[in-house]
């Protein structure tokens, strides 16, 4: 076997600094960055190169150098937005060997991903536009920030995995390979933060002395010579969170490379994980660190407890009396899934509607006691210090503020919006996870005549709400037990009959809307609404 401590890129040192101690190897290959030096004190606004067709013009400022790559400030002329102008040696033929790659980076979009716009060969150099970051490192926020607070470490990860989750979707994933704080990038003042040196990790294979990834960032497979997956990535990850929460390099307590790698094939984890106290954390860098076999995949990582999100109900509306509600659960901070649901609080309960939410699918299991305990809270505040329950936790009517009313006016409509991370529901097909589909009923209306059997109007429903043919089924038999047989029979039914189906108040409104023709998509009418009721009357 190779050394593999001969075959790994430029170690830095511990303490964090960007050094790069095979400057030696830089100056006997070519010394990329001398002839631009002096630039720097000249206008910085001044436009000194231009790309092939004119559109990118590279200005006097540099940006940063890395061991590998001289950054510079950039215009796209057609745009009229700065870029980043990235110069990186090599030679013609090692660039004609990266046009594929190239092509699949060009492809790549994905809010957490730094944008590559365009590349060409130049003079020794192989060009490539990318988008301008303007707040440096995640690597320099940490130093700046000491220790980021544990909701922005939340926010940060959750980024991170989006990108990797996007680049790892793939057939074959892509593969960063060099993930690390300093690759990951911030922008501006919200926080945004974008996974960078993308695709360079192919070209810096073809260097001396240099593979693939940073040692402290590297998963051991990496290092055998047997092949490696995806899941090097969320390795690194793990490392970049341990970095976000002790401050600390990993491996800082090694003074070189080769030491890095002993421990690393070892098994031996970095000092400062012994310093992290959360158990939380603890247990989701473990799980990214773990033996390539156990180790999470990024879509696990993302839904690890520690970076959950906790949903939060919202009121929308409320009548005068404030007995009919307009509640929306909200994942904040994740557009993963939003659900709009109406409340008559005479005659619904908290539990009752969110164990049919669970039952529906229209909600994960594991937010039950929350968003139970949300409603109740919201149902407490609106009804004030008179309130009074019975003991099925109805409201009880003699408040002055509840006016009783026999019909249950619970709605619910699911919505799972993203088109980078669908939730995953039983029924809902992938094809149906972009932003452009509300959520809502996707067959276009149809008049059933009386005598139609009642299959066709279930089966109809439930692949217009996205339920399965188990749920199909569990509806018709409900019906067909009070000897619903055609579509005729239910058209005339009260709305106290329809209680007596036992069906709940989802199905019910489903079917309902499905054969009086309520809010029936038709052409034209799809939304980029996030939130969209079953019964909210635009159509
Ligand atoms: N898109 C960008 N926007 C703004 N600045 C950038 C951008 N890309 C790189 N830089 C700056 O240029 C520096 C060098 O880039 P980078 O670290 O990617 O080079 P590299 O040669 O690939 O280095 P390494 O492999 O050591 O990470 C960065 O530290 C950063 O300051």
């Known amino acids: 076997m190779p050394d593999p401590v001969m075959n790994i890129r430029g170690y830095q040192s511990g303490s964090g600094e960007s050094d790069h101690p095979h400057d030696d190897d830089h100056e006997r290959n070519y010394s990329p960055f001398s002839e631009y030096i002096d630039h720097s004190k000249h206008d910085p606004e001044k436009v000194v190169e231009e790309s092939p067709n004119g559109r990118y013009a590279k200005l006097n400022s540099v940006l940063g150098k890395g061991a590998y790559k001289i950054v510079y400030k950039g215009i796209d002329r057609e745009e009229g937005y ?73 926010r940060w990860c959750r980024q991170i995995l989006k990108g990797l989750i996007y680049l790892h979707s793939y057939d074959p994933p892509i593969i960063h390979r060099d993930i690390k704080c300093d690759n990951i990038f911030i922008n501006g003042a919200h926080g945004e933060v974008k996974i960078g040196d993308m695709g360079t990790a192919k070209m810096k294979i073809g260097k001396k002395y240099t593979v693939i990834g940073t040692p402290e960032f590297m998963a051991p497979e990496m290092y055998e010579e047997k092949g490696y997956s995806e899941k090097v990535d969320i390795y690194a990850f793990g490392m970049c969170l341990l970095e976000m929460v002790t401050g600390e390099y990993p491996y800082g307590e090694c003074k070189n490379a080769a030491q890095i790698y002993k421990k690393v094939i070892q098994g031996l984890k970095p000092d400062c994980l012994a310093t992290v106290t959360d158990l939380e954390v603890l247990s989701l860098i473990n799980h990214c660190i773990a033996p390539e076999q156990e180790r999470y995949s990024a879509q696990e990582a993302i839904e690890d407890p520690f970076l959950a999100v906790e949903p939060e109900v919202v009121v929308l509306t409320t009548n005068e009396a404030k007995n009919h509600l307009t509640l929306q659960v909200v994942f904040k901070g994740m557009d993963k899934l939003s659900v709009k649901f109406e409340f008559n609080a005479d005659t619904d309960t908290a539990e009752e ?70 939730i995953v529901q039983p029924g809902l097909s992938r094809r149906n996870s972009n932003p452009d589909y509300s959520g809502d009923v996707e067959l276009p209306f149809k008049e059933y005549l009386p005598d139609t059997p009642i299959e066709e109007l279930v089966q109809d429903t439930a692949m217009a709400y996205h339920r399965g043919p188990d749920k199909a089924n569990e509806w018709l038999a409900k019906l067909k037990n009070q000897d619903i047989m055609t579509v005729g029979d239910l058209k005339d039914l009260q ?28 052409p034209g009418a799809m939304t980029r609404s996030l939130s969209h009721g079953l019964d909210d009357g635009s159509s």
């Open 495 to 522: 709305d106290s009959d329809w209680a007596g189906f036992g069906l709940t108040v989802f199905a019910s409104r489903a079917l309902r809307n499905r054969l009086f023709g309520r809010n029936v998509k038709r």
């Open 353 to 422: 509607v969110v164990n049919e939410m669970i039952e529906e699918q229209v909600l994960p299991q594991q937010y039950q006691r929350l968003i139970t305990h949300d409603i109740n809270r919201i149902l407490r505040e609106l009804a004030g210090p008179n309130d009074k329950k019975d003991i099925s936790g109805h409201h009880v009517p003699n408040s002055p503020l509840m006016l009783h009313n026999n019909q249950s006016q619970g709605a619910i409509s699911p919505i799972t919006l993203d088109a980078t991370n669908p």
């Open 82 to 154: 700065e870029v980043a102008w990235n110069c990186f040696q090599t030679t013609r033929q090692e660039y004609a060997e990266l046009s594929q790659e190239v092509e699949i980076l060009k492809r790549v979009r994905h809010p957490n991903i730094i944008n590559f716009h365009d590349c060409w060969y130049s003079n020794t150099e192989f060009i490539f536009i990318t988008e301008l970051m303007t707040s440096g490192t995640l690597r320099e926020y940490i130093r700046k920030l000491q220790h980021p607070n544990v909701k922005v470490i939340k």
